[in-house]
């Protein structure tokens, strides 16, 4: 079977459109393809109306299409291809399952994302934004002081509060700090649930454009009384 292998260089310039382009060029080159410039089968990129992050793949098993409306499509999109091309799975950063190259696949697929936003809650995940990409999460649509979880201190640190108002905070952790803020005391004292969403309010002024907010718990195990 040949293996040569064409990718046709979009227009678009976003940089997950980018990726989708080099991430192709590496998945498929470890799965014994020779990318090159002219070959018996192409991989190309097209626009489509389509909701976020969704993608069409057509492909008549030597011209293969990724259609989306944007860069997170076009990315989404040639993950697709590359599972049903070589077999591409990702369990984790270093475990990555590939098969051998057998040729494009004839297919016709449509997909998109059930939910926007996608996460672990998982420090490996957050601080490697190329496992974030491969495995079609979707943190940057969060909102928070700071960053996506552990964030109830953001809002209400306690070091501007605690000493004036120590009830709406709950036990200590290992190193005799404040802990945890305590969920409900937002619902039976007016002064606090005011503060807390007077920064609520701060938040989203300053991030008009994210669909979500994010108020998480402490990373710590003390508990309200």
């Given amino acids: 079977m ?76 040639a993950y697709a291809l590359l599972e049903k091309s070589v077999g591409f799975r990702v369990y984790a950063a270093d475990e990555i399952a590939l098969s051998p190259w057998q040729g494009l696949p004839v297919i ?7 939910f926007p936003l996608r996460m672990y ?11 974030q990409y491969r495995m079609r999460m979707r943190t940057e649509i969060w909102a928070g002081p700071g960053s996506w979880f552990h964030t109830t201190f953001g809002y209400l640190p306690p070091e501007t509060y605690a000493a004036a108002h120590p009830s709406w905070y709950g036990g200590l952790d290992e190193k005799g700090k404040t802990a945890q803020l305590c969920y409900s005391t937002l619902l039976r004292d007016p002064e606090a649930y005011d503060a807390f969403f007077a920064a609520v309010v701060k938040v989203l002024e300053k991030h008009p454009d994210k669909p979500n ?4 718990h402490e990373d710590n195990i003390g508990w309200c009384d």
């Fill in 213 to 216: 907010l994010s108020v998480t």
């Fill in 108 to 114: 016709d697929i449509t997909e998109t994302p059930s």
């Fill in 121 to 131: 809650n998982c420090a490996d995940v957050y601080y490697d934004k190329t496992l």
């Fill in 2 to 77: 040949d293996n040569r292998i064409c990718i046709e260089i979009p227009s678009f310039t976003d940089a997950e459109t980018g990726r989708a382009v080099t991430e192709l060029e590496h998945f498929l080159t470890a799965a014994g393809c020779v990318v090159t410039d002219k070959a018996p089968q192409t991989v190309r990129f097209a626009g489509r109306e389509s909701a976020d992050g969704g993608y069409r793949i057509v492909s008549d098993g030597r011209t293969a299409t990724i259609c989306a409306a944007d860069g997170y499509g076009r990315l989404y999109g």
